[in-house]
């Protein structure tokens, strides 16, 4: 029941709803600064790809979104689409990478 109240408090308080938009905005703006960079069209899998491969990348996202470890950038980023686990490109690289240099 109080998890129920939480919700209902979280869902009409003014503050959460400008951060969730604010943030939704600037994940939205990152995704779309590292295909400027990169000068590629790329979907969310490709992107999560370059944080993996990209020290500079994640830490430019630990400031715009206000995160604090490496782990904190990829959760933000399965949070948004649950899904990325199953992109094959993203397990391939994992499997070829195994001592990834995360900061946890």
Same mark, same amino acid.
């Given at each position: ?69 490496? +782990? ?7 949070? +948004? ?7 094959? +490109?993203?397990?391939? +690289? ?11």
């Amino acid at each position: 029941m109080s998890i129920h109240i939480e919700s209902m408090i979280s869902s009409t308080n003014p503050a959460d709803q400008a951060y969730e938009k604010e943030y939704g905005d600037m994940f939205l703006r990152f995704c779309s600064f590292v295909c400027i960079v990169k000068n590629k069209k790329m979907n969310l899998p490709n992107i999560f790809l370059w944080m993996l491969k990209d020290e500079q990348l994640r830490d430019v996202f630990k400031s715009l979104c206000d995160v604090e470890t490496d +782990y904190d950038v990829l959760n933000c980023f399965l949070k +948004y689409d649950p899904n990325l686990y199953r992109s094959k +490109y993203i397990r391939n +690289y994992l499997i070829a990478n195994p001592d990834l240099n995360l900061k946890w």
